[in-house]
């Protein structure tokens, strides 16, 4: 199991946690857990079926940046 930490901009309310924390379950990983306040995700995953770069494109197709 792999663990990372992104830097999610643009994320300002509840919905926001639910999109993000949404659209990195449907790719696969094993846990989210949304910063709202520091802008930061702590992702839990399988790199053998789910990429870093795979989850950034998914939290940037739900609007928000990942730097």
Same mark, same amino acid.
């Given at each position: 199991?792999?663990?990372?930490? #992104? =830097?999610?901009q !643009?994320?300002?309310? !509840? @919905?926001?946690?639910q999109?993000?924390?949404?659209? #990195?379950?449907?790719? %696969?990983?094993?846990? /989210?857990? /949304? @910063?709202?306040?520091? %802008?930061?995700? =702590?992702?839990?995953?399988? *790199?053998? *079926?789910?990429?870093v770069?795979?989850?950034?494109?998914?939290?940037?197709?739900?609007?928000?940046?990942?730097?």
């Amino acid at each position: 199991m792999e663990n990372v930490t #992104l =830097d999610v901009q !643009g994320m300002t309310c !509840g @919905h926001c946690v639910q999109a993000v924390t949404k659209a #990195l379950n449907e790719v %696969g990983v094993n846990d /989210v857990a /949304v @910063h709202l306040e520091t %802008g930061k995700v =702590d992702v839990s995953f399988d *790199k053998e *079926k789910v990429t870093v770069e795979q989850m950034k494109e998914a939290i940037e197709d739900q609007g928000y940046d990942v730097v």
